[in-house]
């Protein structure tokens, strides 16, 4: 699959000369997933499909979700762009060295998460991603255009992908996104009812919690693994509130 299972994802794009654009270096590059997070302009605008030139396809086939999990549903990968320097623990990589990790399982889908114009991503859906990238530009003028950021990341990925079929790059099955966030959710539920967490210390303790996670880059099976365990320990819980109320 390599680059024809990659998703490109824009959040929230606000102009169709940008979306245009992008479908446009898109093409370029051999990649042809474009999701569309809760667009703020019309997609199929004259604008857009202009700025497309001979990649209307690319526009015409967007996938258009409201939120971006479902943007990233069956995804065992992702990766968000971002221009903010955080206190994360996980570190703001360059494009050239951390954009290959998408590429790494060629039989799943991935994606590439881009944040909206005037603001970009999110604390809350940078969570969503297990690695972040920025690039490098002038501090004279850091700020880049959305369609150029994509551009740049889509020539990166088209040199990574033409260089792994000389050179095959290393493989590690990671568990799909969703089945991690059905581990976080069940996490949090149950941080909830011990009072480990309150609702409202709850998002930034779970935060930290998904920066541990996406570290480790969790398979399938480990993530069973650590659902089985809270749903003992739910059990168990159960079972004692029983016995105390006999």
Same mark, same amino acid.
């Given at each position: 699959?390599?680059?024809?299972?990659?998703?490109?994802? /824009?959040?929230?794009?606000?102009?169709?000369?940008?979306?245009?654009?992008?479908?446009?270096?898109?093409?370029?590059?051999?990649?042809?997933?474009?999701?569309?997070?809760?667009?703020?302009?019309?997609?199929?605008?004259? &604008?857009?499909?202009?700025? @497309?030139?001979?990649?209307?396809?690319?526009?015409?086939?967007?996938?258009?979700?409201?939120?971006?999990?479902?943007? /990233?549903?069956?995804?065992?990968?992702?990766?968000?762009?971002?221009?903010?320097?955080?206190?994360?623990?996980?570190?703001?990589?360059?494009?050239?060295?951390?954009?290959?990790?998408?590429?790494?399982?060629?039989?799943?889908?991935?994606?590439?998460?881009?944040?909206?114009? $005037?603001?970009?991503?999110?604390? &809350?859906?940078?969570?969503?991603?297990?690695?972040?990238?920025?690039?490098?530009?002038?501090?004279?003028?850091?700020?880049?255009?959305?369609?150029?950021?994509?551009?740049?990341?889509?020539?990166?990925?088209?040199?990574?992908?033409?260089?792994?079929?000389?050179?095959?790059?290393?493989?590690?099955?990671?568990?799909?996104? $969703?089945?991690?966030?059905?581990?976080?959710?069940?996490?949090?539920?149950?941080?909830?009812?011990?009072?480990?967490?309150?609702?409202?210390? @709850?998002?930034?303790?779970?935060?930290?919690?998904?920066?541990?996670?996406?570290?480790?880059?969790?398979?399938?099976?480990?993530?069973?693994?650590?659902?089985?365990?809270?749903?003992?320990?739910?059990?168990?819980?159960?079972?004692?509130? $029983?016995?105390?109320?006999?």
């Amino acid at each position: 699959m390599g680059l024809a299972g990659l998703r490109i994802v /824009l959040v929230e794009p606000a102009g169709p000369i940008n979306i245009g654009a992008i479908a446009r270096v898109m093409k370029n590059f051999g990649l042809y997933n474009l999701v569309l997070v809760n667009p703020q302009c019309d997609p199929l605008s004259t &604008e857009a499909l202009m700025m @497309a030139v001979h990649a209307q396809e690319i526009i015409e086939s967007a996938v258009l979700v409201a939120t971006l999990p479902e943007a /990233l549903h069956g995804c065992v990968r992702a990766i968000a762009t971002t221009g903010r320097v955080r206190s994360w623990e996980t570190p703001l990589e360059n494009p050239r060295t951390a954009l290959p990790w998408l590429l790494e399982e060629p039989e799943k889908p991935t994606a590439l998460i881009f944040g909206r114009e $005037d603001r970009g991503l999110s604390n &809350e859906e940078l969570n969503y991603a297990q690695r972040f990238v920025g690039i490098p530009t002038s501090k004279d003028y850091v700020a880049l255009n959305l369609a150029t950021a994509v551009a740049i990341c889509c020539y990166e990925l088209s040199q990574c992908a033409q260089q792994s079929d000389t050179q095959p790059l290393p493989q590690t099955e990671l568990a799909p996104l $969703d089945v991690v966030e059905g581990y976080y959710q069940q996490l949090e539920s149950l941080l909830l009812k011990i009072g480990y967490v309150y609702p409202h210390t @709850a998002a930034s303790r779970m935060e930290k919690f998904r920066q541990m996670y996406n570290r480790a880059h969790l398979k399938t099976g480990e993530v069973y693994m650590l659902r089985g365990i809270l749903q003992q320990v739910e059990w168990a819980l159960k079972n004692q509130r $029983d016995g105390e109320n006999l």
